[in-house]
């Protein structure tokens, strides 16, 4: 039986800090990336759309009804969806190409045409299952984990790794090199799409996070271009938001220069987070725990092999406070489990069981200790011997900054 916790957050007054004018310039320029819009993904149900809309989808289901010389009305199917099937799920795929060219019919027919004899030639619909031999980068530079707070499955691309030049040249040395690593990041992708509805009304697309930290963009320019043709011009309408983490400051400036000419839908999609936010700027889109250790969160690489994580609970620590989160109502003899992080670290944690009996003595379990930014999150147990509750203490009053954490517990009472 699990209790709710009473959480205390004491008040203290924030020092005086003065900024300097280039830490002003990358606060500016990042708060206003962060107020875009936000992304709505448009409706694919067909009664919903305007009617030239609905006349340029019929259109584009003419248009493919006679297919040119060479492509067999069989072949017509992505991601195992018919092209004419008549079904709801044609219109989703359809509807994809068509925001993808405006609506404009010959446009989105010539795409899919082009989208269609790529699939062939490259294998798409069968490079999900093959062993690419890229077992190294599985989990590190770009893999799917977990979902949004919408249930858009998420991937994460981190490419710091090819800071190193021999795991550079080992993946990206030479031509034949480069096109294996195009295949498996083409495989990345069709297995977060094989988590997709394709239905009206369903998940219909991904989340793209991005992490900048470390990325070698010079060495990276090659390989980053072509991914990103192959995905504009093969993957349309598949990726409902992009979150950049650890940005740095001069990518926001630069952003904020060129955002003018970028449409609203395209800017409505990117999420901007400088070094330092990465956690609090996840949370608003992701649940901590399905949030990666290293980006603040709770979820470690094996968890969602058992199934969906415990619900963690969210809180914040501001600058100056000290928060102690109590678990009242432990039994003798129970065992209390608990995870908790907190984005960024830098403060002190410590944790306590303090016996409700009058007399008896606090049990110290963790010593009250300096959690760095890059340490994961704690997580530990503890078997009581008296009835009580359990004391665990985050104290930033070192800090000015306010910053987001997550915690989960579960109580197993003693066996009889």
């Known amino acids: 039986m699990e209790q709710s916790p009473a959480v205390h957050l004491p008040m203290a007054s924030p020092k005086s800090n003065k900024k300097n004018l280039v830490s002003s310039l990358m606060e500016v320029a990042a708060t206003n990336l962060l107020r875009t819009p936000s992304f709505r993904e448009e409706t694919y149900f067909v009664h919903l759309l305007r009617p030239s809309e609905r006349k340029a989808l019929q259109d584009l289901k003419d248009l493919l009804s006679s297919p040119p010389e060479g492509i067999a009305v069989e072949d017509l199917s992505m991601w195992g969806v018919p092209l004419l ?5 044609t219109d989703v795929v359809l509807l994809k190409f068509l925001r993808a060219r405006d609506f404009s019919v010959a446009q989105a027919h010539a795409m899919l045409l082009r989208c269609a004899a790529w699939r062939r030639e490259f294998g798409a619909d069968g490079v999900a299952g093959e062993d690419l031999g890229f077992k190294e980068l599985e989990g590190v530079v770009a893999y799917m984990h977990g979902c949004d707070r919408s249930g858009h499955p998420v991937c994460y691309n981190a490419y710091g790794v090819f800071k190193d030049r ?30 997709l509805q394709f239905k009206p009304g369903g998940v219909n697309s991904i989340i793209q996070v991005t992490d900048l930290k470390d990325m070698p963009k010079r060495e990276l320019r090659v390989a980053s271009n072509q991914i990103l043709s192959l995905f504009q011009d093969n993957y349309p309408e598949m990726v409902a938001r992009k979150v950049f983490i650890n940005v740095p400051w001069y990518f926001s400036m630069l952003y904020s220069m060129f955002s003018p000419f970028l ?22 889109f992701i649940r901590p725990e399905f949030v990666p250790l290293q980006y603040g969160g709770l979820s470690r690489p094996s968890d969602l092999d058992n199934g969906p994580p415990k619900p963690a609970s ?11 989160l109590e678990i009242d109502g432990i039994e003798i003899g129970a065992t209390i489990t608990w995870d908790i992080v907190v984005g960024g670290w830098e403060l002190d944690y ?9 007399g008896s003595y606090t049990v110290v379990i963790e010593r009250t200790r300096r959690m760095a930014a890059a340490d994961e999150p704690v997580q530990n147990s503890f078997t009581a011997r008296e009835a009580g509750k359990m004391v665990l203490s985050i104290d930033n009053t070192g800090s000015r900054r306010r910053k987001v954490a997550a915690y989960r517990y579960f109580v197993r009472k003693a066996s009889l």
């Not at 021999?166 to 990206?172: A, L, P, Q």
């Not at 306590?352 to 009996?357: C, L, N």
Request: aromatic share 10%.
């Open 166 to 195: 021999e795991m550079y040249e080992r993946v990206f040395g030479d031509p034949e090199k480069l096109q294996r690593f195009l295949r498996w990041r083409v495989q990345v992708m069709e297995r977060g799409l094989s988590l």
């Open 263 to 284: 449409t609203q839908r395209t800017k409505s999609k990117f999420v901007i987070a400088k070094e330092g936010h990465v956690a609090e700027t996840l949370y608003k």
């Open 350 to 358: 410590s944790a306590e069981y303090v016996p409700a009996a009058e």
């Open 85 to 89: 099937g008549g079904d709801d799920r």
């Open 314 to 324: 969210e809180f914040t620590v501001k600058g100056g406070e000290k928060v102690n």
